[in-house]
């Protein structure tokens, strides 16, 4: 069973500051997706990253894969209270089937 | 909107009882997921269909059971429910299933069993 390591599981910050949210897993994932989701809605994509060594860029969000494609982060520059809500990874398996979750990061931007 | 309707959006029942789950997939997508989300296991997948077949298995139940019909609508089935089985069901709707394939989902249906 692949499983998904998110950390932190709450983070409550000020609007303005840094912050950064980690994935991990001691499998390999043949790509690694980012999702965010509010109260009463399902997760929506926010990116997804399959090579290994990846950064994308999403306005004030980076995403990295790591080299061994069993990690990933996520870091959110100036926060804003916009961008409160649950963060999730999620994990493919290799025939791109049985995506793992993550348990989630709860983000509070307070302002 | 992400395209993907579930219905009901609430259901409360009974232990013991019988619910069926209803999804439609976005508009053109192929494949169907369920998934399940409760505040202590978080968001787990249960069960995959691509174009009418079974492809991937999670921790789905014996008592639950799904299907995707030839209008790749799909169904989630929960029987002999139990106290615990209450969650947040979502259904999630991808074009091809394949590597990297985002995931669109339903704003799933709250079930609660007392």
């Known amino acids: 069973t692949q499983l998904l390591e998110q950390s932190p599981q709450f983070l409550s910050i000020q609007e303005g500051e840094n912050l950064t949210v980690y994935c991990n897993s001691s499998?390999?994932?043949?790509?690694l997706q980012w999702y965010r989701q509010e109260p009463g809605e399902g997760p929506v994509l926010l990116v997804t990253?399959?090579?290994?060594?990846e950064v994308k860029k999403l306005k004030r969000l980076t995403f990295q894969f790591g080299d061994a494609r069993k990690d990933s982060s996520l870091h959110i520059t100036a926060a804003q209270p916009g961008d409160t809500g649950l963060y999730l990874c999620?994990?493919?398996?290799?025939?791109?089937?049985?995506?793992?979750f993550g348990a989630g990061t709860i983000l509070r931007v307070k302002s | 909107d992400s395209g993907v309707t579930q219905t009901p959006k609430h259901l409360i029942t009974a232990t013991g009882q019988r619910v069926t789950l209803r999804c439609s997939p976005r508009?053109?997508?192929?494949?169907v997921y369920w998934y399940q989300q409760s505040l202590d296991q978080g968001l787990q997948f249960l069960i995959q269909?691509?174009?009418?077949?079974?492809?991937a298995k999670g921790n789905i139940l014996e008592r639950f059971s799904a299907q995707q019909f030839p209008d790749l609508h799909s169904e989630l089935n929960l029987s002999s429910l139990e106290l615990g089985d209450s969650a947040l069901y979502f259904c999630?709707?991808?074009?091809?299933?394949?590597?990297?394939?985002?995931?669109?989902f339903g704003n799933g249906t709250r079930l609660t069993v007392t």
């Open positions: 999620a994990g493919e398996g290799e025939y791109g089937n049985k995506l793992v």
């Open positions: 999630a709707s991808s074009l091809s299933g394949g590597i990297g394939s985002p995931l669109h």
């Open positions: 499998s390999v994932f043949s790509s």
């Open positions: 508009s053109g997508d192929l494949s």
């Open positions: 269909y691509y174009n009418g077949e079974e492809r």
């Open positions: 990253v399959v090579t290994g060594g």
